[in-house]
């Protein structure tokens, strides 16, 4: 069977490959004056905390096609509890009937399981443990679920773990059937960034307190990844991978750091070479700029990024608006100062249906402005742009309004829009100008 995620993960490190070995070539466009970011794997994330250790040769493509073991998620989730080292010195003598089938140490990584059933790995029944068999993704979110903190039986039924790990954002692999390394790789970062059951921490931080990952390991890996995150204050703006927001300075020139000593104490840098991203952001926006003092600085559509020294956790925005030159970085790329002046020019525009016609036959309105569709017919009509968004999807289509009904749009993109009603779009239609 075609395994559509280990596909997805050669093609990064493909991609990644490809990048790093013209790490000195500028991108194209105009990221003239930053180097290329290259895509990070949760494969490589992993394996730079120490969390996925691979075969002799370490985390390679072939370790990470190989189908994984119920012994590999045994040591995975005895590494995530902190108890891998203690589970490896263990003693005791009783053990699974075919733990036999494994290395010494392993041996002892068997017999500790079975030793501490309220670990949740009490073998397969009539005393055997299958060391071998292949491990299934409900399996293997059950022994994420059993990290967090939540107990099968008590928190969720096996039968139900898929939708419980749903719950808790856990699902990139739902949908797989016998795991590969590469799909462990992909859980198991998914589940670092979730929190525990308890408490308000992630994962990873209670790896960072239990010294199974370095605290620089977890930072390096935070800088890994760009996210996006909403609150009401900002709106939708960009994050690392633990969540803290990133800013943009608009005294910075395209490409080039105006901050610098006292300034970066304040707000210092964002650093990665190769980034982790959602799939609504681009690689190519991203970009690596070299400061004055000769260090890195990731920059997004030219702007450099910056975190904010009194954000101490996710969700923070303590800079947006500090002396009205430092804003949360937002995906759209429009610098506060543009969306400002939008908000400024931006007005409330009215366009009536009657008469099976729409009351402007052309409208101009500044970028920003809302358009209220109100229907005075007994017959239904509705808006709907003839242009399509990125998503395919037309930039604005109203429901089919009934008499006496609205419907808002807000326009922020500059352009030329027709639009039609679909019910009567030969005879109904109109244009309007964003300007
Ligand atoms: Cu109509």
Not at 11 to 22: D, Y
Not at 125 to 134: K, V
Not at 196 to 213: M, R
Not at 270 to 285: G, M, N, V
């Amino acid at each position: 069977m075609m395994n559509k995620h280990w596909k997805r993960a050669v093609l990064l490190l493909g991609s990644a490959l490809t990048i790093s070995t013209s790490a000195n070539a500028a991108t194209p466009a105009d990221n003239s004056k930053a180097t290329a970011v290259a895509v990070k794997t949760d494969a490589q994330i992993a394996a730079e905390l120490g969390v996925l250790q691979g075969d002799g040769s370490g985390v390679t493509a072939s370790y990470l096609s190989q189908s994984t073991t119920r012994l590999q998620a045994a040591i995975l989730f005895l590494r995530l509890q902190g108890l891998e080292s203690e589970a490896l010195g263990f003693k005791g003598s009783a053990n699974f009937d075919d733990a036999g089938a494994v290395n010494e140490s392993n041996q002892a990584a068997l017999g500790y399981l079975k030793a501490n059933p309220q670990l949740g790995w009490t073998g397969t029944g009539a005393g055997r443990f299958e060391p071998m068999d292949s491990i299934t993704a409900q399996q293997y979110y059950k022994v994420i679920l059993e990290s967090l903190g939540y107990k099968q039986d008590t928190d969720f039924a096996f039968a139900d773990t898929i939708r419980f790990a749903e719950g808790k954002g856990l699902k990139k692999i739902a949908e797989e059937g016998n795991l590969n390394n590469g799909h462990i790789a992909t859980a198991t970062v998914e589940a670092l960034g979730a929190k525990l059951k308890a408490g308000d921490k992630t994962l990873l931080d209670t790896l960072v307190g239990q010294k199974v990952v370095t605290a620089e390991a977890a930072a390096a890996a935070a800088a890994s990844s760009v996210r996006l995150a909403t609150n009401d204050k900002v709106g939708t703006y960009l994050t690392d991978g633990s969540g803290k927001a990133l800013y943009t300075f608009t005294k910075d020139a395209p490409f080039q750091s105006a901050c610098k000593d006292q300034c970066t104490v304040n707000w210092p840098v964002f650093k990665a070479e190769s980034l982790q991203l959602p799939p609504s952001l681009k690689i190519e926006d991203f970009g690596v700029i070299t400061r004055e003092d000769g260090t890195k600085q990731t920059t997004y559509k030219g702007s450099p990024l910056y975190y904010f020294l009194k954000d101490t956790k996710a969700g923070d925005v303590n800079g947006q608006g500090v002396n009205n030159v430092w804003f949360a970085a937002k995906p759209e790329g429009v610098s506060p100062k543009q969306e400002d002046k939008q908000a400024a020019a931006s007005k409330e525009y009215q366009v009536q249906m009657a008469g099976f016609a729409f009351s402007a036959k052309e409208l101009t309105v500044e970028a920003g402005s809302k358009v209220t569709f109100t229907n005075k017919d007994k017959v239904k009509h509705n808006a709907v742009s003839d242009t399509l968004g990125d998503n395919g999807k037309p930039v604005f289509e109203t429901k089919l309004l009934g008499e006496g009904e609205s419907e808002t749009i807000t326009l922020t993109k500059p352009g030329t829009y027709t639009y039609y009603c679909a019910p009567h779009k030969a005879e109904m239609k109109a244009t309007i100008i964003v300007k």
